[in-house]
């Protein structure tokens, strides 16, 4: 059976997470300690202003769980900011990935003030002849940027639109800081020419840009929505979702599965772990599509509208796993009667009475 394709709208969100982590607090003067030592924190700055931090290692939203450090900072109650690399080259023998335009689609659509970032250092990794490791961001860059948020009065649909326009010049001085890392270093990087190409390619203008990055985005969905990673254990079949917001920007997801009882049309997200549950970072990047499927409006497939219910699927290989996280498995029960999702665990349904 072919992956059906959902329609579906999203107005606005509400949502209250339970499982966000204790995070540390750090002087703006300590900005690159606290990268170097915490995926998400909250930084005060001098007038006692703070604002709560989480930094993407890559531009690729399937490396490093950076929902997950997205999701630590969503019950602050200040301005959300996350740090995305323009891209990111890790050498001629590791992977380089580009930033999109839906990924900054989505950290608007949760609140997140997105600041486009790049890296300025690196040291050669010493397991392999052209690697780097250890890159660091231009600290200066991200300070300016916080300097400017704090005071901005608009909403971070209207930074990141913003944000967005500097993605040109930000991806320009990326690669000349790899060209003197790779100077420095001895490491060979990929094609300068087809990160130019791509470079150009947003240059153009943030229209074509967004344009680009989706046509990416539904190339991902495609593939996504004909394969199961073998990480996850599911029995049904995946579907595209394209989600429509008010301004009528679109986002391309899957759903790992999909499970249609007469008017009712549930979305599965799952996490799957051989040995035990899926690791606290796993559930809460399930939990962050948690956030846009309970909020999804008119879901369609074809013109048939469905009520939907969003279902965080947990599977593991040892059978008493309740018994043995039951503190987590208590605030995750807490989290999905608040925000109306459904919780399964190894096919039983979650009692949330």
Known sequence: MSSPQINATITGISYKPFLCRSLNSYKIEDLETA?????????????????????????????????ARVYDT?????????????????????DRDFIQWDTI??????????IVCYYKSAEKNPDYKNKITKQRFDISLIQNNLNKICSYQSDALHWNLEQAKTIPEVAKRALSSYDAISNTTGVKMHSKDSAYEKIQQI??????????SRELAEEAQNRESKTIQPKENLSGIKAKITITNYLGGKYYFTSDE?????????LVE??????????????????VKMILFSNLKGVRIDSKEYESIAVLKLTSGKEDIVTQNEGMLDKLKEEAKHNKFQVIIN???MDLS
């Open 105 to 114: 689609s989505l950290m608007s659509l949760l609140g997140v003030y997105v």
């Open 258 to 266: 999909i499970v249609v009882k007469g008017n009712r049309l549930f």
């Open 203 to 212: 240059s153009k203008n943030q229209e074509e840009f967004m344009t680009y």
């Open 74 to 94: 969503l019950n602050f109650s200040g301005k959300k900011v996350t740090i995305i690399p323009v891209f990111k080259d890790e050498g001629f023998d590791g």
């Open 270 to 287: 799952g996490k799957h772990s051989s040995t035990k549950l899926p690791s606290t970072e796993d559930i809460k990047d399930g939990l």
């Open 35 to 67: 990268l170097e030592s915490d995926a998400s924190f909250i930084l005060e700055k001098p007038d006692k202003i703070k604002v709560v931090i989480s930094w993407w290692v890559s531009a690729k939203r399937t490396r490093s769980y950076p929902y």
């Open 347 to 349: 096919d039983e349904f």
